[in-house]
């Protein structure tokens, strides 16, 4: 991968939250904002995470961009 770390809380965080994630993965109600506040301690489940591959990537991708636009200067 291009040298990134984001651990998952981050990840939440940087897709817009536990309630926005929990929406936009179908998650409805407290239940499922609270499902992802869980994920920020436990871990995105691999499942979930292969399940919505693209989702949980794009925020790594962008990361990727800024880092290889700031090489060399």
């Not at 929406?23 to 994920?39: A, D, S």
């Not at 979930?48 to 060399?72: C, I, W």
Request: aromatic share 6%.
């Amino acid at each position: 991968m291009l040298g990134l770390k984001m651990n998952d809380k981050e990840l939440i965080e940087k897709l817009g939250g536990a309630a926005l994630v929990a929406k936009k993965l179908g998650y409805e109600g407290k239940k499922g904002i609270c499902r992802v506040m869980n994920w920020k301690r436990r871990g995105i489940p691999s499942k979930v995470r292969l399940e919505h591959l693209g989702y949980f990537m794009s925020p790594l991708m962008q990361a990727g961009d800024k880092n290889e636009n700031t090489k060399g200067n």
